[in-house]
């Protein structure tokens, strides 16, 4: 069974862009959330998705936002990139029921 | 909101030797509490985790205590080996009957088992 895919893995992008990355769940897991980790900060939930709809939001400002596709893939955008935007973004599924979230391997993004 | 302190920061061993991860968590309504190693350029990895109605849970090597009342949990690893070298994340969430989780993550230990 494959795992979590995260798209691209490396990621390059200048002030005041934006990016979006994909997130691929495990087959048959219909939740996905995202995470933000620095080195300063940790770990931090950004959101969560559930059949397309988001249920849970962490405390990032509006430039961050997500979506989730009717086949599960979700996809992250972020909007006027800043320097402090630099992380590594990843992205976990469960099944929905009473299951595990099990990350991907992310996506490093150097906002430059 | 939640919030998880994690202890202590780094702790190197001796191969063979036990390690053992403490976190306390603030918000009495976190009912999930999964442990996740990170290797260098990789993703989380869930290990083991604990739900809030079981003391105490055993898989191999790995175990994970919570004392609910005091608001911590511990991960233990006995005979540890140099493969176990990595940061463990320990986390909270209040998981509801649907699978919504939430996790709110301490701030990492960095293991090294010293051959």
């Known amino acids: 069974k494959a795992g979590v895919t995260q798209t691209p893995r490396y990621l390059i992008k200048t002030r005041g862009q934006q990016v979006t990355l994909s997130c691929s769940p495990i087959s048959g897991h219909r939740s996905v959330s995202w995470y933000q980790q620095t080195p300063g900060q940790g770990l931090q939930f950004l959101f969560e998705y559930f059949s397309e709809t988001q249920r849970n939001k962490g405390n990032f400002p509006g430039r961050f936002s997500g979506r989730q596709f009717s086949n599960s893939r979700s996809e992250m955008n972020v909007s006027t990139l800043e320097l402090g935007d630099s992380a590594l973004y990843l992205c976990a599924s469960s099944s929905g029921a009473e299951g595990n979230p099990f990350f991907g391997s992310g996506t490093r993004l150097t906002v430059v | 909101g939640e919030n998880v302190e994690q202890h202590p920061s780094t702790l190197s061993v001796q191969e063979g030797d036990s390690a053992v991860i403490k976190c306390t968590y603030s918000d009495s309504a976190s009912n999930y509490f999964p442990w996740y190693k990170q290797e260098l350029g990789k993703g989380p990895q869930l290990i083991i985790d604990i739900r809030s109605n079981v003391g105490e849970k055993k898989d191999q090597r790995i175990a994970v205590t919570l004392n609910k009342t005091a608001k911590h949990f511990s991960l233990h690893i006995t005979e540890t080996q140099p493969e176990d070298s990595a940061v463990y994340f320990c986390?909270?969430?209040?998981?509801?009957?649907?699978?919504?989780?939430?996790?709110?993550f301490g701030k990492g230990t960095k293991l090294s088992v010293i051959p």
């Open positions: 986390a909270a969430s209040k998981g509801s009957g649907a699978g919504s989780y939430q996790l709110t």
